[in-house]
């Protein structure tokens, strides 16, 4: 009987159970949120790349976002905040076979990171950085972060936000990344592909998910999660191939979304064998 | 592929010889970022490092520097960065990511005056109880201090040693007059030298732990890409290395990585006694400053002043128990650093007012001569 009651409650099998730390599960982010999404997009891309499975890393800084390495069943390191890229240069510099994901928040990314990804992108250092943007620092609260709209209120900017948000693919892109997407969490399906072709690609690729974060940033923006899905659907416009330049997140005008970088251009380590290690044999 | 180890007799600078020990120590990655009066091992390491199949990179600053250096380690090659003052306070964060995630690396400190920007070219030893304590939390530290270009490079080698056994980030502290003056280094053959590797993990991977301690208290250490799976975290962790947020598991993780530096203190801790046997008087002093002391002994001597140096090759952990038992039998401790009494604090402390103990000291920009310990030792005389 008690076998029979503890088979009953067994959880069923999830077709990602394998890419999950099921001991670590449930995770900590709240009801609406849409990281988890985009961290199984993420797994699934994982899955579906083919990669050798141990050749694959996962890199976070802090936030909530950044808790995605803690729960992922691969070689996964959680970092200072703002600093996965760099840690994730060094692992990857280390053993060039591994395959090097960074998956982070906006503000981990951008404001106390900003300068590293810049300079990975420069660099076209060979690596996949995942950023959810969910506007706002989440996991203290709801801060304005360097990704809040203008006039938002969070817990820093009662008043409304004085400042104006960053493009994130632009900077990417005129960084030198060599591949640049942005989706939201409604589009799991693009965000898998975009992840697994930036995987299987050669280059700093950098894909941007945009996540609603009804428990602190939509609460104070009068947004519920529900609100921020239908503005996912109603006022966003796919266009493949948009210049970075041309896509500021703006409801008014249309959120654009779509694949707007794939360039071929050599890495950092094809570039350090050949200029810094061949001329060894002169 | 050239040689990593460049058997020989060089004139060669502080900066020099610390990149050639670490070569021969087996490092193979080097983050760096420009700063004086560091600078010379990165343009070291920029040369050799290719020739010998490793990798430098410079990075866009001092915080990513020290990053990549963990990461670099956890793909299980040996890693090193250097720096001075403004830079190693830069560093800080990523150390105490190091030491709580039990990451072998090497960290070099070219001090030089400070606080802030300071004396950019010139020498002091201001930043030892940065070097303690610099990085938030409580944890333990191993720091080297040589004293001449020969003991940089066999320190470095060391350096990397405690490293890779006791798993955790080591700090070399040299200074501006090391690391600039040249003098005869001697790099001994291959089979002179000897190098030490972090234990690896044995048995089911399905088992492993990532932070069970082995029998010195030092957990086995895998690399990404061989297929443990591991997860490391600067939250404070299990044994597993999960996230555990709570007053145990802090009390277990802050004993573990404390107790592999306190019960390994013979292991660790190296000093270099001059003439103490008969010493009424003792000179307490380290690195550039140990020269200095190591004269003004020679001088006083021949004035019939019975004094002697205790020269520390390890700052941190410091040398307790040999100050306690010199305290039993020697009338007066003189500490002699470039710094305003750093080191001194804990000469005082390990002394507990059994004899008393006094500084000569200087803020930075020249070294202390010897004349002006000599001259305090007569005083006390």
Partial sequence: MADKLRAAKKQPDHPLDDLLRRDRIPHIWCPGCGIGTAFSSCLNAIKSSGLERKNVVMVSGIGCSGRAAGYVNLDSFHTTHGRAIPFATGLKLGNPDLNVIVFSGDGDLFAIGGNHLIHAARRNMDMTVICVNNLNYGMTGGQVAATTPNMAKTTTTPRGNPETPFNLPHIAYAAGATFVARWTILNTREITKSIEEALLKKGFSFIEVLSPCPINYGRRNKESSQDTLKLYQEKTIIKNGAHPSEIDIDPEKGIILGKFVDLQQPTYIEKYDKICRSLMNH | ?381
């Fill in chain 2, 1 to 381: 592929m050239e040689k990593a180890i460049l058997t020989g007799k060089y004139y060669m600078t502080g900066d020099v010889a610390c990149a050639e020990g670490a070569l021969a120590a087996g490092c193979r990655f080097f983050g760096g970022y420009p700063i004086t009066p560091a600078t010379e091992i990165a343009e070291r390491m920029a040369v050799r490092l290719p020739e010998v199949g490793g990798t430098f990179i410079q990075m866009e600053d001092e915080i990513a520097a020290m990053a990549t250096v963990l990461g670099a380690s956890w793909a299980g090659v040996k890693s090193m960065t250097a720096t001075s003052g403004p830079g190693f306070s830069l560093m800080m964060e990523n150390i105490g990511l190091g030491i709580c995630t039990e990451t072998p690396c090497v960290v070099v400190n070219v001090q030089r005056g400070g606080p802030s920007t300071g004396l950019p070219t010139q020498s002091a030893q201001g930043d030892m109880m940065q070097a303690r304590w610099g990085s938030h939390g409580h944890y333990e530290i191993i720091a080297l201090a040589p004293s001449s270009p020969q003991e940089i490079f066999y320190q470095t080698i060391t350096a990397f040693n405690l490293s890779e056994t006791y798993r955790l980030p080591v700090l070399i502290m040299s200074d501006e007059i090391i690391g600039h003056m040249s003098e005869r280094v001697v790099i001994p053959d291959k089979k002179d030298i000897k190098t030490l590797c972090r234990p690896k993990p044995k048995g089911r991977k399905d088992r492993f732990k990532l932070y069970e301690p082995g029998p010195n208290g030092v957990a086995a250490m895998p690399a990404a890409g061989e297929g443990y799976n591991v997860h490391v975290t600067g939250l404070t962790h299990d044994e597993k290395g999960y996230p555990i947020l709570t007053v145990e598991t802090q009390m277990e993780m802050i004993t573990r990585l404390t107790a592999k530096i306190s019960k390994n203190l013979n292991d660790i801790i190296q000093t270099e006694p001059y003439f103490l046997d008969d010493a009424e008087m003792v000179l307490i002093s380290y690195g550039v400053s140990a020269r200095t002391s190591l004269a003004a002994v020679d001088i006083a001597r021949k004035q019939g002043i019975k004094v002697g140096l205790l020269r520390l090759i390890t700052v941190w952990p410091f040398p307790e128990e040999q100050i306690c038992e010199l305290a039993e039998r020697v009338k007066r401790f003189i500490t002699v650093e470039i710094n305003m009494g750093q080191i001194h604090r804990e000469v005082q402390r390990c002394v507990g007012g059994k004899a008393p103990v006094s500084l000569v000291g200087h803020p930075g920009g020249t070294i202390i001569p010897p004349d002006r310990v000599v001259e305090k030792l007569k005083e006390a005389f």
